[in-house]
């Protein structure tokens, strides 16, 4: 989808949503993030890796469409997209800046189950259900093992005891790849996380993906990819805790990676916040592994403030992160 088809798509939107009774809602958003990497020793202006998406200076949109009939909301559309600084600019060749697409997809309410259409999140891991767009931390889908978006369709049905779900996408991430590329996931978890305070999940996916670092293909063809992975949201009180954990096969190694990310909360509304996250996971005969610990605090209704400090163990380097995160509700 070329930027111009994007910036149409959602200028028609905006400009015809009076004929759906005002059933949309359209933010902005802005972040500034830099920090400094001792093994580079110069300052940087990403979180985790220059060719990576997540997380960059950027300003963007969220749009959201519901489509409504008498009898209640039958469907909805979702775009949302940033124009985002891309550092690794000098050494790719690419523009200094580059759109990047996030949620780009069409949901119908099919009575037996939702589906969609489009760019959106694969049945897989916390990526699944925890939005990390406007976060430092990041699940296992940014550390390969799975996908924070992929380009395909998929199905999701809510039960009283949890929810079961699965895709079919292509396995390249960010861009759209044909090319013997594709992807298939499942996962079903128990307990509803806004009601119960908790959900544990078991994932599979199998396929022959792409390997994709943000926008950029990392190995020339499709591998094949088989992994299952287990995953789990706790609530108690002001602490947060979330297990991630995925083992399988991927560009011809057995892989293996973990997560445990602990949050504790402060002030009313939960309104500052401290986190630590260890990441492990094998690549090739070695294992891997980061140790990150963040602080957030929200300034305003609109405004939040993050830091980061990372250890990176394959590097040595030490890397620290501050964002500056604006999300305003236009209409």
């Known amino acids: 989808m070329s930027k111009i088809t994007i910036v149409g798509v959602l200028i028609l939107l905006v400009s015809s949503s009076p004929a759906f009774g005002k059933s949309y809602l359209l933010y902005l958003e802005a972040q500034g993030v830099g920090g400094y990497s001792t093994e580079k020793d110069e300052a940087i202006y990403y979180s985790m890796n220059p060719l990576d998406v997540m997380q960059k200076p950027s300003v963007g949109v969220d749009y959201l469409q519901r489509f409504s009939s008498e009898t209640g909301d039958w469907g909805s559309f979702a ?24 949620n780009a997809f069409f949901k119908y309410k099919a009575g037996v189950a939702d589906l969609w259409i489009g760019h959106s999140r694969i049945a897989f891991g916390l990526a699944s259900y925890l939005d990390s767009h406007a976060l430092l931390l990041q699940p296992l889908a940014m550390y390969g093992y799975g996908y924070d978006r992929d380009w395909g369709a998929g199905a999701t049905r809510d039960f009283e005891w949890g929810n079961i779900s699965v895709s079919y996408s292509t396995g390249s991430g960010m861009p759209i790849e044909f090319d013997g590329n594709y992807l298939v996931s499942a996962r079903a978890s128990y ?3 806004s009601r119960d305070n908790y959900t544990i999940g078991f994932s599979s996916t199998y396929g022959k993906p792409i390997h994709t670092i943000g926008y950029e293909k990392i190995m020339p063809d499709p591998t094949r990819t088989f992994l299952v992975g287990t995953d789990f949201t706790y609530f108690w009180n002001n602490l947060e805790s979330r297990f991630e954990a995925a083992a399988g096969e991927k560009m011809d190694e057995n892989t293996y990676a973990f997560l445990w990310r602990l949050g504790v909360n402060f002030l009313d509304e939960d309104r500052m916040k401290l986190e630590a996250q260890p990441v492990y996971w094998k690549s090739n005969d070695d294992w891997l592994y980061e140790i990150s610990g963040c602080f957030s605090y929200k300034l305003t209704s609109d405004v939040t403030l993050r830091t980061m400090y990372t250890y990176d163990g394959e590097m040595n380097d030490n890397r620290f992160v501050f964002q500056l995160y604006w999300y305003y509700k236009l209409l």
């Open 79 to 102: 775009l949302q997209m940033r124009l985002a600084y891309n550092e690794a600019y000098r050494a790719t060749g690419e523009n200094e800046f580059r759109v990047q697409l996030y």
């Open 191 to 193: 307990g509803v996380l």
